[in-house]
T-cell receptor, first 115, second 111 residues
Framework: NAGVMQNPRHLVRRRGQEARLRCSPM?????VYWYRQLPEEGLKFMVY????????ESGMPKERFSAEFPKEGPSILRIQQVVRGDSAAYFC?????????????FGSGTRLTVV | DAKTTQPTSMDCAEGRAANLPCNHS???????VYWYRQIHSQGPQYIIH???NNETNEMASLIITEDRKSSTLILPHATLRDTAVYYC????????????FGTGTRLKVLA
């Protein structure tokens, strides 16, 4: 059973370009969470999605950032018109639908560098 | 806001037990205590969780005080590969609740 798959592992974008980060949750997991980690800082929650629904986007910047988790395919975190301050590691995690105190499974992250 | 308090850093000799404390004095009755760690810049790794009973798995033991206001993660025989930042998080068990990571404890295992 493959873990949470994130791609690309490393992404370099010039200022003003778009960045698209992909996350495939573990099989059977219908909850996806995105976190951002700036250099030398802790993990900050961005958005929580279930299939076709955004449940909690309280951590998302108001502009340029969007996320989706379509019925088919991976979850996508999209950053438009990237700026240097967007350079960070972006981690995706997934968890099962059911209750029971399951832990998240995190992916290895995408390291975005804006030049 | 993170609802836990942890020491900023700790050292532990290789082969000895590492005891990482966490204070969660405002924990609610339905909230679990979760522990994760992040080795270097990898994705966080789940370690263990518990509600009120002590828990043990192949990685660690979790000791929760009777009043549930604090807990201790125990790595029984620390190795150099256990050097990481350890996060203690409290949260209801449902997947609908997000984790809020605090600053964690930076554990350094010394040879």
């Amino acid at each position: 059973n493959a873990g949470v798959m994130q791609n690309p592992r490393h992404l370099v974008r010039r200022r003003g370009q778009e960045a698209r980060l992909r996350c495939s949750p573990m099989k059977g997991h219908s909850h996806v969470y995105w976190y951002r980690q700036l250099p030398e800082e802790g993990l900050k929650f961005m958005v929580y999605l279930q299939k076709e629904n955004i449940i909690d986007e309280s951590g998302m910047p108001k502009e340029r950032f969007s996320a989706e988790f379509p019925k088919e395919g991976p979850s996508i975190l999209r950053i438009q018109q990237v700026v240097r301050g967007d350079s960070a590691a972006y981690f995706c995690a997934s968890s099962p639908r059911s209750r029971g105190g399951y832990g998240y499974t995190f992916g290895s992250g995408t390291r975005l560098t804006v030049v | 806001d993170a609802k836990t308090t942890q020491p900023t850093s700790m050292d532990c000799a290789e082969g000895r037990a590492a005891n990482l404390p966490c204070n969660h004095s405002t924990i609610s009755g339905n909230e679990y205590v979760y522990w994760y760690r992040q080795i270097h810049s990898q994705g966080p790794q789940y370690i263990i969780h518990g509600l009120k009973n002590n828990e043990t798995n192949e990685m660690a033991s979790l000791i929760i005080t009777e009043d549930r206001k604090s807990s201790t993660l125990i790595l029984p025989h620390a190795t150099l590969r256990d050097t990481a930042v350890y996060y203690c998080i409290v949260r209801p068990p449902s997947g609908t609740y997000k984790y809020i990571f605090g600053t964690g404890t930076r554990l350094k295992v010394l040879a």
